[in-house]
Nanobody, 123 residues
Framework: QVQLVESGGGSVQAGGSLRLSCAASGRTFSSYSMAWFRRTPGKEREFVAATGWSSTKPYYADSVKGRFTISRDNAENAVFLETNNLKPEDTAVYYC????????????????WGRGTQVTVSS
């Protein structure tokens, strides 16, 4: 079992930055691929970024490429999402997710989810 707890959300103006954190329980954190998803009201949860279990190579949705950076610290059982140059369309609840094996951009492939942290970007 893996428990995930997100933090770091908040309200910022367009162009601002936030650093989201996800703290994970469990002794085998390094075996999990980790990802960030987001959801806005009335829409499906969408992929934002991921980092695989076997390497630190990151993967990003086109909408955030060049603005967001995902990283992980296996010693601290944590994954982070640096969000820069935020836009109003980035407003969403951001979720941390974990799965064994390789990374995926599909929501249904992830077994473990946090409760989310709200990011609000005003214009």
């Amino acid at each position: 079992q893996v428990q995930l707890v997100e933090s770091g959300g908040g309200s910022v103006q367009a162009g601002g930055s936030l650093r989201l954190s996800c703290a994970a329980s469990g002794r085998t954190f390094s075996s999990y691929s980790m990802a960030w998803f987001r959801r806005t009201p009335g829409k499906e949860r969408e992929f934002v970024a991921a980092t695989g279990w076997s390497s630190t190579k990151p993967y990003y949705a086109d909408s955030v490429k060049g603005r967001f950076t995902i990283s992980r610290d296996n010693a601290e059982n944590a994954v982070f999402l640096e969000t820069n140059n935020l836009k109003p369309e980035d407003t969403a609840v951001y979720y941390c997710a974990a799965k064994l094996g390789g990374w995926s951009a599909r929501t249904n492939d992830y077994n473990y989810w946090g409760r989310g942290t709200q990011v609000t970007v005003s214009s």
